[in-house]
């Protein structure tokens, strides 16, 4: 079984560019998860959906952020315009409909670097 | 208030000996779960064990087992028979709620452990 892939695994930008991370969760996993860790410091929830409607976006730190997931599979995290405090590890996640401990599967993350 | 304390940045610990990683919880639901992540140098963030807060036994899984003390609010978690390949970030994390819940996960600042041969 494929994990949770996640592209890119690094990007670097200039303040005020846009960025796209993209994650696909495993196949069938109905909950998908965004999380950001800033250097040194706790990774914090985004948002999450089941299948394609967001069910909790209270992390998502501003308007900037941008995220979907059309059709229910795959989802997309944009920001933009992107800013300094925006650098770190962004990581997905996926778990079946949930029950039980709704242990979560993570991918490896896509650093982003804003210059 | 910081719900996840993991007061250790920083561990080592000899090849096939024992470490203990700590962590400590505050919450006032009287359900909720705890879970250990690994994160290796490749990134990813694996899934270890998890214990649930009205489980009545500690759990294990192979190496890994939780040291679970309700009344001190703590989650330690055991790696006995330490191997090269245990060297990684190591993350305690909780979700508050029901067990079968959605809410989120809130992690830790998390344990470099790295294991000397």
């Known amino acids: 079984e494929a994990g949770v892939t996640q592209f890119p695994s690094h990007s670097v930008i200039e303040k005020g560019q846009t960025v796209t991370l993209r994650c696909d969760p495993i196949?069938?996993?109905?909950?998908l998860y965004w999380y950001r860790r800033v250097m040194g410091k706790e990774i914090k929830f985004l948002l999450h959906?089941?299948?394609?409607?967001?069910?909790?976006e209270s992390g998502m730190p501003n308007n900037r952020f941008l995220a979907e997931r059309t059709g229910g599979t795959y989802s997309t995290l944009k920001v933009q315009p992107a800013e300094l405090e925006d650098s770190g590890v962004y990581f997905c996640?996926?778990?079946?409909?949930?029950?039980?401990?709704?242990?979560?599967?993570f991918g490896a993350g896509s650093r982003l670097t804003v210059l | 208030a910081q719900k996840i304390t993991q007061t250790q940045p920083g561990m080592f610990v000899q090849e096939k000996e024992a470490v203990t990683l700590d962590c400590t919880y505050d919450?006032?639901?009287?359900?909720?779960?705890l879970f250990w992540y690994k994160q290796p140098s490749s990134g990813e963030m694996i899934f270890l064990i998890y214990?649930?807060?009205?489980?009545?036994q500690n759990a294990t899984e192979g190496r890994y087992s939780l040291n679970f003390q309700k009344a001190r609010k703590s989650a330690n978690l055991v790696i006995s028979a330490s191997q090269l390949g245990d060297s990684a970030m190591y993350f305690c994390?909780?979700?508050?709620?029901?067990?079968?819940?959605?809410?989120?996960?809130?992690f830790g600042k998390g344990t470099r452990l790295s294991v000397i041969a």
């Open positions: 996640a996926s778990s079946p409909q949930v029950s039980g401990a709704n242990v979560l599967t």
């Open positions: 196949s069938g996993h109905d909950n």
């Open positions: 959906f089941v299948k394609e409607s967001k069910q909790d």
């Open positions: 919450t006032s639901d009287p359900s909720y779960g």
């Open positions: 214990q649930g807060s009205y489980d009545q």
């Open positions: 994390a909780m979700r508050e709620g029901a067990l079968a819940g959605n809410t989120p996960l809130v």
